[in-house]
């Protein structure tokens, strides 16, 4: 398929996923069936039964040992799915969690998604190496808003390349820098590519995850694949509404108060 094909493809996609999106005034009780925490939300009845969705998130800049530490204990006792940390913290999160059932994330590209792709696929075989099951990357958002789709696939396929067979790939997007037909283009890429999952934002940027974004990403992709809304959620009712629009999965600094409630 050549490049002009490409594009119209890409143009028909993104105009029919849109217009189907504005005809509805609800993103609730979308149901799908994926292998990665697969769930429409019919099945929770408390706010416990979240937590097998949360990625347990600690990605300041200024995180100390001390307050990792607690995220692992926690993520233990509440049954988070993982906790999801910079790099740097993974090997000391992977010996913390030894012997649990809690999985370690580690964030590549974070949180511009601005270096090179040899950097990315460094960063993410370290990470790895350091014990890391599941690796959330930064897109090259800057080369996706350039239109230079070519630039955005290689750095995606240098980061899957980099992972092992068994290493569940997130491809952060950051919607809340892009038209919905940007959104629509670059989920349908990431999806193209083998990842995993599509995942909304980094936290760090202007907003983070809305009902809105999820819903036109599990449209845009369909019923397999993950989607893993994060950013900005603070309780249950935000979780339940991202989880009822199609997400998987949740990324989430606030996990214990939605837990708890």
Known sequence: ??????????????????????????????????STNSSSGNEIKTPAD?????DHTLLKPDATEDQIKKICEEAVKYSFYSVCVNSSWVEYCTKKLRGTKVKVCAVVGFPLGATDSRTKAYETRNAIENGADEIDMVVNVGALKNGDLKTVEVDLRAV???????????????????????????????????????????????????????ALIR??????????????IHNFEEALLMIKSGATR???SSSVKIVSV
């Open 219 to 232: 449209r845009t992709i369909g019923p397999k694949m993950g989607i893993k809304a994060a950013g900005g």
């Open 250 to 252: 949740l990324g989430c």
């Open 160 to 214: 899957l390349i980099a992972c092992r067979s068994t290493t569940i790939t997130k491809a952060i997007i950051e919607t809340c820098l892009l038209t919905d037909e940007e959104k629509v283009i670059v989920s349908q890429l990431v999806k193209k590519v083998g990842y995993n999952f599509v995942k909304t934002s980094t936290g760090f940027s202007t907003t983070g995850a809305t009902a809105h974004d999820v």
């Open 1 to 34: 398929m050549d490049n002009i094909d490409k594009k119209e493809l890409i143009d028909k996609i993104a105009n029919e996923v849109i217009s189907k999106l504005k005809k509805s005034s609800s993103y609730g009780n979308v149901s799908f069936d994926s």
């Open 50 to 54: 979240v937590a097998h969705y949360i």
